[in-house]
């Protein structure tokens, strides 16, 4: 059985905003077209994190396990909130 990727990104979605992160304002998901904001997103075999910022990535993360990704996202986000 596959992976519910709608599921998926909306649990994500719910759990960090129950964090006090917003979609669109701290982070995007499933999208690489944004601006501005730490992206999670499917791209081929990989799933990537990364700071997207006038169409350039930087510092992108490399995943084959989505919930690693998802660590991974969840952990940058508390990271640049404590240092805020």
Do not use: H, T
Not at 44 to 67: L, T
Request: with cysteine; hydrophobic share 40%; glycine share 4%.
């Amino acid at each position: 059985m596959g992976l519910d990727k709608r599921r998926f990104f909306e649990s994500i979605q719910k759990e960090l905003e129950s964090l006090g992160f917003v979609e669109g304002v701290n982070f995007c998901l499933n999208d690489k077209n944004s601006d501005n904001l730490l992206c999670f997103f499917e791209e081929g075999e990989f799933w990537v994190v990364a700071y997207i910022e006038r169409d350039v990535r930087f510092s992108p993360a490399f995943f084959v396990d989505p919930k690693d990704a998802q660590i991974f996202l969840k952990s940058k986000l508390i990271s640049e909130k404590r240092r805020n």
